[in-house]
């Protein structure tokens, strides 16, 4: 009977404080759940574009760096093919002229060999101008001069030659050529590095040049790859500062889709910390004002995405470091756009 009474009470106040306390609670839960699924969608959005922000910046970095390189080779090819052009022109001249002068002094030198021997006894007027001007001397020493003067402009001409094949304006599109050819190129234009001045004993070039067919690339922009690699390679030699300092130029053919290009030197090395960063836009370890951190960037960019190809680095301290390119013989149309 006292149960049955219980079970129609009404809740006392105790309980209904109780019940109050228990729904606050789970309202609060309730409005708790509720703000960590906004917050957590507000990270998720927050990451999404930071993410995408990241990709911006990536891609404008890159943007940047085609505009710097196409700016550059742009200068650059302007410059070195007027240059070429204006030196070409009275260099052409003067070797040609050489080549009559020589011919000429020749025809001279026979007919005062000829008067000489119709006439063994000069008057003393002319014995004595022949003392002044040390004919003998004279006559055994003009074709030598001549003859250097044909070489010096013979290897005027060679530089003028390469100095176009460096700039390659006239083939700014994918064409096949001779890899071998930008090699020299662009040795001769760093000729001047590799000699020996002052504390710097100079640079020894030793080329291993596999059979290599022609390879379809931008020869421009390939050209530029290979004056930054054998440009940094020459600085570390500089910086090494030892008896002994070259430069190994290796290429071959792997296979037939596939041309290997390694360029190593004796240098100091890189710690591999560094050699993770090396291809990063604007990193460098050289001082201010020698390195702009864009040369290693820009010829990663050249090589992957110009040429579908590939650019890494092997290095081990105090014995030198190489630098491996390689790329197809026969780019993909995506490739070559």
Not at 4 to 13: G, I, K, L, P, S
Not at 46 to 61: C, M, N, P, R
Not at 268 to 278: F, M, S
Not at 288 to 308: C, D, P
Request: charged share 20%.
């Amino acid at each position: 009977m006292a149960l049955r009474q219980r079970a129609h009470d009404t809740w006392n106040e105790t309980e209904v404080e109780l019940l109050r306390a228990v729904t606050n609670q789970l309202a609060i839960a309730l409005d708790q759940a509720e703000l960590y699924e906004k917050s957590r969608m507000a990270a998720q959005t927050a990451q999404e574009k930071a993410h995408q922000l990241e990709l911006t910046l990536q891609e404008l970095q890159h943007a940047q760096l085609r505009l710097i390189q196409s700016e550059k080779m742009s200068g650059i090819g302007q410059m070195v093919a007027g240059v070429a052009h204006e030196i070409n022109n009275p260099v052409t001249f003067i070797h040609s002229n050489v080549n009559y002068i020589t011919q000429y002094s020749q025809e001279l030198l026979k007919l005062i060999e000829l008067y000489q021997q119709e006439y063994p006894q000069p008057t003393p007027a002319i014995q004595l101008e022949q003392e002044a001007i040390d004919l003998n001397f004279l006559a055994e020493d003009l074709p030598k001069l001549l003859k250097s003067m044909s070489i010096g402009t013979g290897r005027i001409r060679d530089i003028v030659l390469s100095l176009r094949n460096f700039s390659r304006l006239d083939q700014a599109e994918v064409k096949p050529v001779d890899i071998h050819e930008g090699i020299d190129s662009t040795l001769l234009i760093l000729g001047h590095r590799l000699k020996a001045q002052f504390q710097f004993t100079g640079v020894e070039i030793i080329k291993n040049y596999g059979n290599l067919p022609l390879v379809k690339c931008y020869p421009s922009q390939l050209n530029q790859v290979f004056m930054n690699l054998l440009a940094n390679a020459i600085d570390a030699l500089e910086e090494r500062k030892k008896p002994s300092n070259w430069i190994r130029i290796s290429t071959e053919c792997t296979d037939a889709e596939t041309v290997i290009i390694r360029i190593a030197d004796n240098g100091l090395g890189i710690p591999e910390p560094i050699i993770e960063k090396l291809f990063n836009p604007f990193f460098t370890t050289k001082p201010v004002g020698k390195g702009t951190g864009l040369g290693l960037s820009i010829s990663s960019q050249i090589i992957t995405e110009r040429h579908g190809g590939k650019l890494r680095c092997e290095s081990t301290l105090n014995q030198g470091t190489e630098f491996i390119i390689e790329i197809p013989i026969q780019p993909s149309l995506e490739e070559a756009l």
